[in-house]
């Protein structure tokens, strides 16, 4: 009792606009960030995560700016991700406004990334960002690797004892996402969310495959998850975040309403 | 109009507690500043912060700000958020114990790993979203705040002030502890007002208008 449990929108940014992918091909614009971000809070997001997908490294300082008009206008904690490379990265997101960034592929190619961020903005401002697959055969227990490249390249890294080096390095947090459900709709990996929910003491949230309210309760009750992530289902309108917020509470789960 | 100065020793999300503060005290003139003698005019200060306790101390002595903090409190209303909370006590256990400011006598404390709740059910740390701050006394500063109003919380270490009657706030994870003090004229909190959504900018506002007188 006590803690709420976190339901956090998702907005994809492509040079300065919310984008939105549909079936991975047509990107479509979805707007501007403020508004979109005002959108959520006024729909009682707990939280917004900023993912920057701008593919150009010369519209980086673009993020910046969205941040900052974010910042300025919607006052609840915000996380940002993608293109974070170096320690310099993290503290111009966090000045600009951010509260959390997101360290993906960097960690992998560089933990001590995390140990270095960390120690110097504090743990709670730093999220790793683990993208998961299963790699186990069928008849196999099951077993999950880290992905980079947006699930295309394998490291070979286990999923369960790389979330253990990140919190043992400095994450605060850990934004799982199974890339076998991302996109799918049919609910969260929800063995790998409890394998990563049990192994770390830092708070977890789990992303990928949501398709209805249930999936999220199903990602607390069973994958053992602290906040939630979703895209598609706020976004083309299925759901308002309101409506997740009273599913949940009304199966007993504590949110903040 | 009043000066509203944020104190800048270099460490966290200083332009989040400056642009909510715009946002509540559109006529007052916010500055986020390291200079003695703006810190001296303001009417009121704000001390934000984030980060390790030995490295916001570090950055707090070598700018003089600790002194000056310490000179200021009780002159003029003053508000500490987060690390700005637990800078003021005596002495924090993070990073094998580091002195504070001590103006609120007392110690900062890490949550026991593995922290357990009632049923010995493990505890995630940091503890960080929407918790319920149980209210401890009339302050002012509560005005248009439900009691268990929702705040946003991302710590790992908790104060534990000596004198239980400076306690303005408790919150209850794994077990009850204090949020938010107040002594006097200075009231800090440990959850994030500048993240909070309304209830977070209503004790902004609140701040802003504060007399400075306890209740």
Redesign the interface.
């Known amino acids: 009792?006590?803690?709420?449990?976190?339901i956090i929108p998702c907005l994809d940014v492509d040079a300065g606009r919310v984008v939105k992918g549909v079936k991975f091909l047509d990107i479509r614009d979805a707007g501007d960030p403020v508004s979109v971000a005002r959108g959520y809070?006024e729909a009682g997001a707990?939280e917004i995560t900023f993912l920057d997908i701008t593919a150009s490294s010369d519209q980086r300082a673009t993020m910046v700016n969205v941040v900052?008009q974010v910042?300025?206008?919607v006052?609840?904690?915000l996380t940002v991700g993608g293109g974070i490379r170096e320690v310099a990265d993290v503290r111009r997101m966090?000045?600009?406004?951010?509260?959390?960034v997101s360290i993906n592929t960097a960690a992998v190619h560089n933990p001590e990334l995390v140990r270095e961020a960390s120690?110097?903005?504090?743990?709670?401002?730093i999220v790793v960002a683990i993208d998961a697959k299963a790699v186990n055969a069928p008849e196999e227990p099951p077993r999950w690797e880290i992905f980079t490249h947006g699930g295309r390249k394998p490291t070979g890294i286990d999923a369960v004892e790389w979330a253990v080096k990140m919190a043992e390095m400095g994450a605060?947090?850990l934004l799982l996402t199974s890339m076998d459900r991302d996109g799918t709709k049919v609910g969260f990996d929800l063995g790998v969310t409890k394998a990563i929910s049990d192994a770390v003491?830092?708070?977890?949230i789990a992303s990928g495959g949501v398709g209805n309210l249930q999936h999220l309760c199903d990602g607390v009750e069973q994958g053992g998850a602290?906040?939630v992530l979703a895209a598609s289902i706020f976004h083309f309108g299925e759901y308002t975040v309101a409506e997740a917020k009273a599913y949940m509470h009304e199966r007993g789960i504590e949110v903040?309403l | 109009m009043q000066r509203i100065a944020v104190i800048d020793y270099g460490m966290?999300?200083l332009?989040?507690v400056a642009?909510?503060v715009e946002?509540v005290a559109p006529d007052d003139e916010v500055v986020v500043t390291n200079d003695a003698t703006m810190l001296a005019s303001a009417d009121r200060l704000i001390c934000p912060g984030?980060?390790?306790a030995a490295?916001c101390m570090a950055a707090l002595n070598a700018a003089s700000l600790a002194a000056q903090i310490k000179d200021m409190v009780g002159t003029k209303p003053f508000l500490g958020i987060c690390m700005g909370l637990q800078v003021l006590l005596t002495e924090s256990e993070e990073n094998n114990g580091v002195s504070c400011i001590n103006v609120v006598p007392g110690f900062v404390k890490r949550f026991d790993?593995?922290l357990l709740?009632e049923h010995q059910v493990?505890?995630?740390?940091?503890?960080?979203?929407?918790?319920?701050v149980q209210q401890r006394n009339n302050s002012k500063m509560w005005q248009g705040i439900d009691d268990n109003a929702?705040f946003?919380f991302?710590?790992?270490y908790y104060c534990e002030p000596d004198d239980p009657a400076q306690i303005a706030a408790v919150?209850?994870?794994g077990h009850t502890f204090a949020v938010a003090v107040q002594q006097k004229n200075l009231f800090a909190c440990q959850f994030?007002p500048?993240?909070?959504?309304n209830d977070?900018?209503q004790l902004l506002k609140n701040f802003t208008q504060w007399d400075g007188e306890p209740c």
């Open positions: 009792m006590g803690l709420a449990k976190r809070n707990d900052e910042a300025s206008e006052f609840i904690p966090l000045n600009a406004g951010a509260d959390k120690d110097k903005v504090g743990a709670q401002c605060g947090e003491e830092i708070p977890i602290d906040a903040r | 966290g999300n332009r989040s642009k909510a946002q984030q980060g390790a490295d790993n593995p709740d493990r505890l995630k740390v940091p503890h960080m979203g929407w918790s319920k929702r946003y991302a710590h790992s919150c209850h994870y994030h500048e993240k909070s959504a977070g900018l």
